[in-house]
């Protein structure tokens, strides 16, 4: 009776010391997703690191960004790791429609121990080809949504290839992840914006300050465009006197 007692007592610490390891490796993941994430403002780099991070750390075969387009209001693939995964690369899904889409819809994680059996998971079948091997193999699916700011901006999705089932506490910490790693997304997408605004704006001055250098040239040498694109020369007057056809009211006709 003792010894079984030692026994389960032996169990419990060492159940404890996995615990507590696995708990040191999810915050080690965590900083190294946040330190990577927020030292740049390059979205690819931002988006390659949280799909390589995540998984390395939770151990699946194919890891993949969906983003939300603002204008369409579809997801769109962003970034994939891992070539052997059942998602199209440009793979496009609607409020709803597939896992994904239905994770944004919810705005909960998803969790699909047999993608085969489930009428939710949009795969490469729906691309318009045939599966490949690997993709036949395809098993589970964990999506959680990308919330930033009280905004959904996208979909995290994890497949395996292999039967895996997903602990609460696995669900949580990609859930911390994606808190995390959605801030930093949205932060290098809104970056991204502003510099291309920023772009757009100085070619448009640059072309105003052209037109009006050409306007000022074209006063200058006496040479006036107009909207038929054929220029006029006008007949300067000299002294008091003028030389060449004046219209009426005082200004001067044009000399083809």
């Given amino acids: ?28 993941a965590l900083n190294e997703i946040v330190t990577a994430t ?9 988006l390659d690191s949280v799909l390589s991070s995540v998984r390395k750390m939770s151990r699946v075969d194919r890891t993949s960004i969906m983003l939300l387009n603002r204008e369409t209001d579809l997801l769109e693939t962003a970034a994939v790791i891992g070539a052997d995964g059942p998602i199209p690369a440009n ?9 994904a889409g239905q994770v944004l819809n919810e705005l909960k994680p998803l969790v699909i121990s047999d993608v085969r059996e489930s009428s939710q998971f949009v795969a490469a079948r729906d691309a318009g080809r045939a599966w490949s091997a690997a993709e036949q193999n395809a098993l589970g699916y964990v999506g959680v949504p990308l919330v930033s700011r009280g905004r959904t901006i996208g979909v995290l ?5 292999k039967h895996r089932d997903f602990s609460a506490g696995e669900i949580a910490f990609l ?8 801030v ?34 074209s006063i200058t040498d006496g040479v006036l465009t107009v909207d038929t694109g054929e220029p006029h020369r006008f007949l300067e007057p000299r002294g008091r006197g003028h030389h060449g056809p004046w219209c009426p009211g005082g200004r001067r006709a044009p000399v083809p």
């Fill in 1 to 28: 009776m003792q010894g079984i007692c030692v026994l389960h007592d032996i169990t419990r610490r060492r159940i404890a010391e996995q615990e507590q390891t696995l708990h040191q490796q999810e915050l080690a």
């Fill in 38 to 46: 927020t030292s740049t403002l390059d979205p690819r780099q931002i």
């Fill in 91 to 99: 793979l496009c899904l609607g409020r709803g429609e597939g896992a």
């Fill in 157 to 161: 999705s994890l497949v395996t290839t």
């Fill in 175 to 182: 859930q911390a992840i994606c808190g995390a790693a959605a």
């Fill in 184 to 217: 930093s997304i949205d932060n290098a997408l809104i970056h991204r914006d502003i510099q291309r605004r920023a772009e757009k704006l100085a070619g448009e001055i640059a072309l105003q300050k052209q037109y009006a250098e050409n306007v000022v040239r």
